[in-house]
Protein backbone atom coordinates (compact mmCIF):
# COMPACT_ATOMS: atom_id res chain seq x y z
CA UNK A 1 0.00 0.00 0.00
CA UNK A 2 2.08 3.07 -1.12
CA UNK A 3 0.36 6.62 -1.73
CA UNK A 4 2.10 9.38 -3.77
CA UNK A 5 1.73 12.52 -3.30
CA UNK A 6 2.55 15.76 -6.13
CA UNK A 7 2.08 19.18 -7.15
CA UNK A 8 3.77 21.47 -4.24
CA UNK A 9 5.78 23.99 -5.34
CA UNK A 10 6.82 27.70 -5.10
CA UNK A 11 4.10 29.89 -5.30
CA UNK A 12 3.36 33.77 -4.34
CA UNK A 13 0.53 34.66 -1.97
CA UNK A 14 -2.75 34.77 -3.16
CA UNK A 15 -2.02 32.15 -5.71
CA UNK A 16 -3.31 28.78 -5.85
CA UNK A 17 -1.86 24.94 -6.06
CA UNK A 18 -3.35 21.66 -6.25
CA UNK A 19 -1.82 18.55 -4.44
CA UNK A 20 -2.77 15.61 -5.83
CA UNK A 21 -2.33 11.45 -3.79
CA UNK A 22 -2.45 8.55 -5.69
CA UNK A 23 -2.94 5.43 -3.80
CA UNK A 24 -1.64 1.65 -4.71
CA UNK A 25 -3.38 -1.12 -5.07
CA UNK A 26 -7.32 -1.66 -4.81
CA UNK A 27 -7.53 -0.97 -1.06
CA UNK A 28 -8.43 3.05 -1.67
CA UNK A 29 -12.52 2.89 -1.73
CA UNK A 30 -12.70 1.41 2.47
CA UNK A 31 -10.24 4.08 3.61
CA UNK A 32 -11.17 7.86 4.71
CA UNK A 33 -8.61 10.02 3.30
CA UNK A 34 -6.50 12.93 4.60
CA UNK A 35 -3.89 15.75 4.22
CA UNK A 36 -1.81 17.00 6.57
CA UNK A 37 1.22 19.45 6.48
CA UNK A 38 4.40 19.95 9.06
CA UNK A 39 6.18 23.23 8.80
CA UNK A 40 9.68 23.81 10.15
CA UNK A 41 9.94 23.38 13.88
CA UNK A 42 6.53 23.00 13.98
CA UNK A 43 3.99 19.78 15.01
CA UNK A 44 2.54 18.46 12.41
CA UNK A 45 -1.04 19.13 11.60
CA UNK A 46 -4.45 18.12 10.22
CA UNK A 47 -5.62 20.28 6.94
CA UNK A 48 -8.89 18.30 5.99
CA UNK A 49 -10.57 14.73 5.31
CA UNK A 50 -13.00 13.13 3.15
CA UNK A 51 -15.13 10.68 3.92
CA UNK A 52 -14.76 7.15 1.82
CA UNK A 53 -17.92 7.98 -0.62
CA UNK A 54 -16.75 11.67 -0.71
CA UNK A 55 -19.82 13.08 0.27
CA UNK A 56 -18.71 14.37 3.30
CA UNK A 57 -15.40 16.48 4.16
CA UNK A 58 -13.76 18.08 7.50
CA UNK A 59 -11.18 20.97 7.74
CA UNK A 60 -8.92 22.73 9.67
CA UNK A 61 -10.39 26.42 10.39
CA UNK A 62 -6.97 28.28 9.23
CA UNK A 63 -7.88 26.92 5.81
CA UNK A 64 -11.48 26.77 5.65
CA UNK A 65 -13.23 28.76 3.21
CA UNK A 66 -9.64 28.51 1.27
CA UNK A 67 -9.28 24.89 0.47
CA UNK A 68 -11.07 22.19 -0.78
CA UNK A 69 -10.57 18.49 -0.46
CA UNK A 70 -12.24 16.01 -3.14
CA UNK A 71 -11.21 12.25 -4.10
CA UNK A 72 -11.70 10.28 -7.44
CA UNK A 73 -12.82 6.58 -6.06
CA UNK A 74 -12.42 5.47 -9.78
CA UNK A 75 -8.62 6.50 -10.28
CA UNK A 76 -7.35 6.09 -6.89
CA UNK A 77 -6.81 9.86 -6.40
CA UNK A 78 -7.45 12.52 -3.52
CA UNK A 79 -7.25 15.89 -4.05
CA UNK A 80 -6.42 19.18 -2.33
CA UNK A 81 -7.42 22.10 -3.89
CA UNK A 82 -5.22 25.64 -2.37
CA UNK A 83 -6.54 29.04 -2.94
CA UNK A 84 -5.44 32.38 -1.78
CA UNK A 85 -2.37 30.77 -0.64
CA UNK A 86 -0.45 32.44 2.56
CA UNK A 87 2.74 32.34 3.93
CA UNK A 88 1.68 30.87 6.72
CA UNK A 89 0.40 27.63 4.37
CA UNK A 90 4.45 27.17 3.80
CA UNK A 91 5.01 23.51 4.61
CA UNK A 92 5.43 19.50 3.57
CA UNK A 93 2.24 18.43 2.87
CA UNK A 94 1.43 14.46 3.03
CA UNK A 95 -2.10 12.48 2.44
CA UNK A 96 -2.90 9.81 4.54
CA UNK A 97 -5.68 7.04 4.57
CA UNK A 98 -7.45 5.87 7.68
CA UNK A 99 -10.24 2.81 8.41
CA UNK A 100 -12.59 5.55 9.67
CA UNK A 101 -14.74 7.38 7.72
CA UNK A 102 -13.66 10.80 8.39
CA UNK A 103 -10.83 11.95 10.82
CA UNK A 104 -9.25 14.31 11.81
CA UNK A 105 -5.92 13.12 14.49
CA UNK A 106 -3.13 11.75 12.74
CA UNK A 107 -2.85 9.12 15.07
CA UNK A 108 -5.86 7.10 13.36
CA UNK A 109 -4.18 7.32 10.41
CA UNK A 110 -2.75 4.11 8.88
CA UNK A 111 -1.25 5.19 5.86
CA UNK A 112 1.20 7.49 5.03
CA UNK A 113 2.40 9.01 1.83
CA UNK A 114 5.97 11.09 1.19
CA UNK A 115 5.24 14.84 1.35
CA UNK A 116 5.33 17.39 -1.31
CA UNK A 117 6.28 20.97 -0.68
CA UNK A 118 4.61 23.98 -0.71
CA UNK A 119 6.18 27.24 -0.19
CA UNK A 120 4.40 30.45 -0.78
CA UNK A 121 6.24 33.77 -0.68
CA UNK A 122 4.65 37.18 0.67
Known amino acids: VQLQASGGGLVQAGDSLRLSCVAS????????MGWFRQAPGKEREFVAAVSRSGGTTDYADSVKGRFTISRDNAKNTVSLQMSSLKPEDTAVYSC????????????????WGQGTQVTVSS
Open 25 to 32: GRFFSPYG
Open 96 to 111: AATPHNVATRGSLYKY
